[in-house]
């Protein structure tokens, strides 16, 4: 018998829900997923539980936990929350930003570069975000914003992925680190912000007209 763990389990079902591959509204039956991994029901219990953290999974009367789908105003008032938590993440990181903190920032900038995908994009963004605002020394507010981002974005970019692409979001990444490395933290806050508006926009401009 296998031996995933829980954590295995929930990053292999997170990856097919943020590919579309188990769409929203799908029941994620415990039992059928324990056979499937080749486990105790015990860590797909976990796993669906930390899905559910995310925003990924909700539990539904008589049905049990399913993949989540989220209306237009639902994304919009989480990017909301971002705007709110994101640029006090950041606040309190800046005096910690070390040099080679900022190169590995720009790091995955690249690697988000030579990516190919929505979401391999999705993925080096947040991975991007959470290495300016670890410094913090705020895991649970580090643990709400990554939480609010992977709820958010497979439905983000089932509306904007094709629409808005890769290089208008990379350039304002560019100058936000850019600002981090001039000490600037006014500026860093207000392209943060701006970045985070930016992607809410996007998303009313791409939704079907009423």
Same mark, same amino acid.
């Given at each position: ?70 209306? &237009? /105003? =639902?994304?919009?008032?989480? +990017? ?5 938590? *994101? ?5 309190? @990181? %800046? ?6 903190? &900022? /190169? =590995?920032?720009?790091?995955? +900038? ?5 990516? *190919? ?5 999705? @993925? %080096? ?6 290495? &300016? ?12 914003? *990554? ?64």
């Amino acid at each position: 018998m296998s031996k995933l763990t829980s954590v295995q389990v929930l990053d292999s079902l997170r990856q097919r829900i943020l590919s579309g591959a188990l769409p929203g509204g799908l029941q994620l039956k415990q039992e059928q997923l324990a056979q499937e991994f080749g486990v105790s029901r015990i860590p797909v219990r976990e796993a669906l539980r930390g899905l559910e953290a995310e925003g990924l999974v909700r539990n539904e009367l008589y049905k049990g936990a399913v993949v989540a789908s989220m209306s &237009l /105003d =639902e994304i919009i008032e989480m +990017l909301d929350i971002r705007i709110a938590l *994101e640029p006090r993440a950041l606040r309190l @990181a %800046f005096p910690h930003l070390t040099p080679a903190i &900022l /190169d =590995e920032a720009a790091r995955i +900038l690249a690697q988000y570069d030579r990516a *190919e995908t929505a979401r391999e994009w999705s @993925a %080096f963004n947040l991975e991007f975000h959470l290495t &300016l605002y670890r410094p913090s020394g705020k895991p649970r507010l580090l643990q709400m914003i *990554e939480s609010l981002a992977r709820g958010a974005d497979r439905q983000a970019h089932l509306h904007i992925s094709q629409t808005v692409g890769r290089d208008h979001p990379q350039g304002e990444h560019f100058a936000l680190l850019d600002a981090c490395r001039a000490r600037n933290l006014e500026r860093a806050l207000q392209l943060l912000q701006t970045h985070i508006e930016g992607t809410q926009a996007a998303l009313l401009r791409a939704a079907p007209s009423a």
